[in-house]
């Protein structure tokens, strides 16, 4: 009797021996180079775990893992070592691993659920957009099948992240935990960025000395404007850095007015690194992000305007040029309207405004469904157009008026719901409420200065964001009820 009280229940037993089988699964798949089929494999025997056993898996700290990837691991310039038909990025296993074993506990874990978001309607319809500018255009598709779906699998995954984080964000302190990751590793970005602009020194373009396993994929120079090196970091460039910094502000100002005025050096390290990337676009979303706040706040917001003082002043220190740079780029010679209808040096630097006219004649030859998401081709040996740095003509060309409305449609229902509670709730809540509206509302408003969407790490904070403000703005009740 006694052995038998100490012998393994058959769900448990059967759990170990699936697990095992996993982990000799990718053990194999890295000695034998077989990770197509092996990983899928672990995968299924660890989720086939799962359900035997429905474990507690502790998802504050796959969230904070997942965060810290997007922030520190280049994206589309490391890779895991193996023969593909496509990169193995850190982002994609990780992402993949999440989804799967989330999915899993979806049907075993009672505690994990899928909740409605608020957001699910414009969020449904830029999907159908995405997958119809496809269908009612497959002779482009067949022509860069390749990169349609590539496109479409980021895209997938950024409404899988969304979700994910929806609904395993079940406390209000589980969605503090991880908006202090969100800014305290933001603000390490932003300083390593100040760096990069003082020294011209950065870890992210060395990271495979500090994590042997990983291996570049591509090289990206450093840029530079009015003599000033910009920051570029783990971003794809140093405007995409930008605005990745700048969603974060409002967030730091949240932890200031609810966690303590130590915050106040993440949002000081926050601007400079902004400022460090000499981008316009930058400066512009941070210009949104003091609108909605003054609109929102408008008394509080007033009286951080004497700090403007001792920021440029350290900005002068500590990037030294930097703001003259960026007085060059809003006033150049010739002025700034001038520069931006410019078609001197065709398509590989045209102007902004320059690209607004053969765009819509373009747009309006495909009005409803655009000409295709993920056809268009900026890069590589198969390109096919120009990069344009404007993603409200670019969506308006891959997914039609369809697709632009729907986008549009989410940015308004974040302001039209958040920002309506937010300026009705005087409470911390309110406060975050405020900082996700503003992030939201800058991202929306810096599309029309650059490709946002052909940006990874920004647009993954997007939809990080956006699941907090859903988790935050529309089930208060149930966010409040579980932590207390």
């Known amino acids: 009797m006694s052995q038998l009280a100490y012998a393994p229940r ?13 982990l000799l699964a990718i053990g194999l798949a890295f000695a034998l180079g077989g990770i197509v089929f092996a990983v899928p494999l672990a995968v299924l025997l660890l989720g086939t775990a799962l359900l035997f056993q429905r ?22 310039r490391y890779r895991f070592p193996a023969d593909l038909p496509f990169e193995l990025e850190p982002y994609r296993v990780l992402v993949a691993g999440i989804v799967a074993f989330w999915i899993f506990s979806l049907l075993s874990d009672s505690r994990v ?15 159908f957009a995405v997958l119809a ?61 100040v760096v990069e602009a003082r020294a011209g020194f950065s870890p992210f373009t060395r990271l495979e000395s500090i994590v042997p396993f990983l291996e570049p994929v591509s090289v990206v120079s450093a840029l530079d404007r009015g003599g000033a090196t910009r920051a570029l970091g783990p971003a794809e460039h140093p405007i995409a850095l930008s605005a990745a910094l700048v969603m974060l502000v409002p967030l730091a100002i949240y932890l200031v007015r609810t966690a303590g005025a130590r915050w106040w050096l993440a949002f000081a390290a926050l601007l400079l690194g902004v400022l460090a990337t000499a981008s316009r676009t930058g400066i512009v979303m941070l210009i949104v992000v003091a609108v909605v706040f003054l609109a929102l706040r408008p008394r509080e917001t007033k009286r951080l305007w004497p700090l403007l003082v001792p920021l440029l002043v350290v900005t002068h220190f500590a990037v030294p040029g930097t703001l003259g740079s960026i007085k060059h780029a809003f006033f150049p010679e010739g002025g700034l309207i001038e520069q931006q209808k410019s078609t001197e040096f065709g398509c590989d630097s045209s102007g902004r405004l320059a690209d607004i006219g053969p765009t819509l004649d373009e747009v ?45 449609w989410l940015f308004l229902a974040v302001l039209r719901r958040l920002g309506r509670v937010a ?16 992030s939201i509302t800058a991202y929306a408003v810096g599309m029309a200065t650059y490709d946002a969407l052909g940006f990874t790490q920004v647009t993954l904070l997007l939809f990080v964001i956006l699941a907090l403000g859903a988790v935050s703005g529309t089930a208060r009740g149930a966010l409040r009820d579980a932590a207390a």
């Open 423 to 438: 300026q009705e709730d005087r409470s911390k809540n309110g406060w975050l409420l405020v900082g996700v509206t503003a």
């Open 55 to 76: 474990p507690y898996v502790a998802w504050n700290g796959v969230l904070a893992f997942l965060v810290l990837v997007i922030l520190f691991v280049p994206i589309r």
């Open 364 to 408: 309006s030859r495909k009005p409803f469904f655009g000409h295709g998401y993920g056809t268009r081709v900026t890069t590589g040996k198969d390109s096919n157009a120009c990069v344009l740095d404007n993603q409200w003509l670019g969506t308006l060309l891959d997914v039609g008026l369809v697709g632009a409305l729907a986008w549009l």
């Open 113 to 127: 659920r899928l909740r409605p978001s608020g957001f699910d309607g414009p969020l449904l319809l830029i999907l």
């Open 133 to 193: 500018s496809v269908a009612v255009n497959m002779a482009r598709y067949r022509a860069y099948e390749s990169n349609v779906l590539k496109a479409i699998t980021f895209f997938l995954s950024f409404l899988l992240v969304f979700y994910f984080v929806v609904s395993v964000v079940r406390t209000r302190a589980s969605m503090n935990a991880l908006i202090k990751v969100l800014v305290g590793g933001g603000a390490v970005v932003a300083l390593l960025a």
């Open 10 to 22: 058959p769900d448990v037993a059967a759990s170990l021996a699936l697990v095992g089988a996993a």
